[in-house]
């Protein structure tokens, strides 16, 4: 993976299997994912509050 090629950077927050997830997607000059990094969950398999909670933060932060 090389970084200059990244041109997009997104944050979905969409239903996975009927819950909700959030995940920070990096993309190519052509549109294609290069990487994805999800929100990690816990042992009930809900989302981990702080993550969420950063995430909202980065969206912000880079998407304002």
Do not use: W, Y
Not at 3 to 30: K, L, N, Q, V, Y
């Amino acid at each position: 993976m090389k970084a200059e090629r990244c041109r997009h950077i997104a944050f979905p927050s969409r239903p996975f299997t009927g819950r909700p997830s959030r995940s920070i997607r990096f993309f190519d000059e052509d549109s294609e994912t290069m990487f994805k990094v999800f929100a990690g969950r816990d042992a009930e398999r809900n989302l981990k509050s702080d993550q969420v909670e950063r995430f909202k933060k980065q969206r912000q932060r880079l998407c304002s």
